[in-house]
């Protein structure tokens, strides 16, 4: 059973960073997408970026397009949501996904099969 643990959450203020990691396993991560999503209270689970395997290949939300980067270590089988000049409006709970079926990168919530459990992001004005 693939599992995914999400850590590096936390208190940021405004124009801050942090940076998210996903360490994922019991599975094959030979041919996969990982993607980060984020919910807000009383909104939708929302894209924010995903990274596939073996290419490499990034794609980002426009509200976090160069804020944000996603990187992976398929050594160690972790992948990375580096966060800079953070916004109030980016506190959430971020989550890790993992799509193991392929490398085309998918947008909603229905293309992944594996979740974790989510870190919280709270960015302060």
């Known amino acids: 059973q693939v599992q995914l643990d999400e850590s590096g959450g936390g208190l940021v203020q405004a124009g801050g960073s942090l940076r998210l990691s996903c360490a994922a396993s019991?599975?094959?991560?030979?041919?996969?997408?990982m993607g980060w999503f984020r919910q807000a209270p009383g909104k939708e689970r929302e894209f924010v970026g995903a990274?596939?395997?073996?290419?490499?290949?990034?794609t980002y939300a426009d509200s976090v397009k160069g804020r944000f980067t996603i990187s992976r270590d398929n050594v160690k089988n972790m992948v990375y949501l580096r966060m800079n000049t953070l916004k109030p409006e980016d506190t959430a709970v971020y989550y890790c996904?993992?799509?193991?079926?392929?490398?085309?990168?998918?947008?909603?919530?229905?293309?992944?099969?594996?979740w974790g459990q989510g870190t919280q992001v709270t960015v302060s004005s």
């Open positions: 019991g599975g094959t991560f030979s041919s996969d997408v």
């Open positions: 996904a993992a799509d193991l079926r392929g490398w085309d990168i998918g947008k909603t919530t229905s293309e992944y099969e594996y």
């Open positions: 990274i596939n395997w073996p290419f490499s290949m990034t």
